[in-house]
């Protein structure tokens, strides 16, 4: 298995920018998807973005546009830029890895997008 620790999160105001950054604990060469979701107060976690082993991107629509994910191999890190920030953005986000047909989960990091 592989664990996941995320960081980057925290207060911002709308209009504003995070980027959050997701560590990995082994050779991202060897894992397939990685990603994104997050989860809002009274709503269902949703995908946010994800990035496959040949770098083809998958965005939500709410988020297309203002949100690039990419990955770096050689420091093993899948990261989110996010840009043009919501109110409706605020969430945890949670990073996972697909490795051996197995979705591996971070711990997750607030974002709270707030005036």
């Known amino acids: 298995q592989v664990q996941l620790v995320e960081s980057g999160g925290g207060l911002v105001q709308p209009g504003g920018s995070l980027r959050l950054s997701c560590a990995v604990s082994r050779s991202i060469f060897s894992i397939n998807d990685m990603g994104w979701y997050r989860q809002a107060p009274g709503k269902d976690r949703e995908l946010v973005a994800a990035?496959?082993?040949?770098?083809?991107?998958n965005y939500a629509g709410s988020v297309k546009g203002r949100f690039t994910i990419t990955r770096d191999n050689a420091k093993n890190t899948v990261y989110l830029q996010m840009n043009s920030l919501k109110l409706d953005d605020t969430a945890v986000y949670y990073c996972?890895?697909?490795?051996?047909?197995?979705?591996?989960w971070g711990q997750g990091t607030q974002v709270t997008v707030s005036s």
């Open positions: 990035i496959s082993s040949g770098s083809t991107t």
């Open positions: 996972f890895a697909d490795y051996n047909y197995v979705r591996n």
